[in-house]
C-alpha cells in the first residue's frame, strides 16, 4: 500500500523544518507523495521538489491560502498550480504584503501597551515572506515579554485580544478561480476545525473540488463524517497531518496516512483543470 501526506508546512511559513528535513521525515515514514502547503506562499515548493526527488517521494505543489465566505474565514489547500502562473504570484505576493503590515500593526498595538516589541525581531525570527502570529509569540518569548507562546497568545494575540488585528481575506470565491485559472484544484482544509458545514454546499457549487476529510485533529467519526459530505457533493478526498514541525510539540507528520488512489484522483482532476485552459488548437 501507498501513502501519502498532503497538508505539510515548512520555514517558507510557520513551520520548523526546511523542505529538506521535511522530506528526510517524509522519507523515514515511508511516504510515497507529499504535498507542501504554506501559508499564502509557494516560495518552499522548488526547493521541497528536488529534496522529494532526491528521496523518491513524489511532490505535488501546494500552498494554504486564508480566504473566507459570508464573514467566514476558512484555509483553501491549492494543489498542482502551476509555481510560475503570474497572476498566483501576483496574488501570492499581495497576501504577503497584507501580512506583513498586519505584523506592524500588531505590533505597534503592542508598543501602545507598553511591550516593547520591535517588528524588525518578528520579521528576523520569521526569517520568511509569509511572517504570521506564530511569529510574534516567539519573538514575545525571545525577548522575555512572554513566559510562553500560549501566554502570548492568551494575554495578546488571539482572536480580540488588545494585539488582534483582523486580517484581509480573499473572498474564497475568487480563490478558487485562482487556483483554478493556475491549473490547480482547490480543497477546504480541515473543515472539522472549522465547523461551518454551511458554507460547504455553496463553496461546492462554485466548483471547489476536494474536502480535507483526513486531519491530525480530525477524529474518526470526523472523518468519516466529511468523506460521507465529500461523497454527497462529488469532491475529492484528501488528508494531510497539517505538520508544522516542532512549533506544535510534536512533528505530526507520519500521523495521516492518505491511501495513494486519492492522489491519483487529485492528478487527474487537476489534469483536467489544465486541459479546459489549454488554448483550442
Ligand atoms: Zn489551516
Ligand atoms: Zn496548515
Known amino acids: 500500500m501507498m501513502f501519502a501526506d498532503l497538508h505539510l508546512h515548512t520555514n517558507f511559513s ?3 523544518y526546511t523542505p529538506e528535513e521535511l522530506a528526510a521525515h517524509g522519507h523515514r515514514h515511508g511516504l510515497a507523495a507529499m504535498a507542501l ?7 518552499g ?8 526527488e532526491t528521496d523518491g517521494i513524489e511532490f505535488i505543489s501546494g500552498a494554504e491560502l486564508t480566504a473566507e465566505i459570508r464573514g467566514i474565514e476558512l484555509h483553501l489547500l491549492a494543489y498542482c498550480v502551476d509555481l510560475h502562473n503570474q497572476k498566483l504570484l501576483m496574488e501570492v505576493g499581495r497576501f504577503q504584503l497584507v ?3 498586519r505584523i506592524r500593526e500588531m505590533v505597534a498595538r503592542l508598543n501602545e501597551l507598553n511591550v516593547p516589541l520591535q517588528a524588525d525581531a518578528v520579521f528576523a525570527i520569521a526569517n520568511c ?3 504570521g502570529r506564530p ?35 480573499m473572498s474564497a470565491l475568487d480563490t478558487i478561480t485562482l487556483v483554478h485559472q493556475a491549473g490547480g484544484v482547490a480543497v477546504m482544509a480541515h473543515p472539522g476545525l472549522n465547523r461551518t458545514d454551511e458554507i460547504i454546499p455553496e463553496l461546492a457549487q462554485a466548483g471547489l473540488d476536494g474536502l480535507e476529510c483526513f486531519h491530525s485533529r480530525h477524529s474518526t467519526a470526523t472523518s468519516n463524517h466529511y468523506l460521507q459530505m465529500a461523497d454527497e457533493f462529488g469532491l475529492l478526498v484528501t488528508g494531510g497531518s497539517d505538520c508544522h514541525g516542532m512549533n506544535k510539540g510534536r512533528p505530526l507528520i ?9 492522489v491519483e484522483a487529485l492528478k487527474a482532476k487537476a489534469a483536467q483543470q489544465r486541459a479546459k485552459l489549454a488554448p483550442p488548437v
Open 14 to 16: 510557520d513551520g520548523t
Open 37 to 43: 502547503t504554506d501559508h499564502d506562499t509557494v516560495e
Open 45 to 52: 515548493c522548488e526547493r521541497m521538489a528536488a529534496a522529494c
Open 99 to 101: 501580512r506583513q503590515n
Open 129 to 131: 515572506r509569509s511572517p
Open 135 to 169: 511569529h510574534v509569540a516567539r519573538a514575545l518569548v525571545q525577548a522575555g515579554l512572554c513566559g510562553s507562546l500560549d501566554e502570548a497568545f492568551e494575554r495578546f494575540l488571539k482572536v480580540n485580544r488588545p494585539a488582534w488585528v483582523p486580517k484581509f481575506k
Open 254 to 262: 507520519g500521523s495521516i496516512k492518505l491511501p495513494y488512489q486519492h
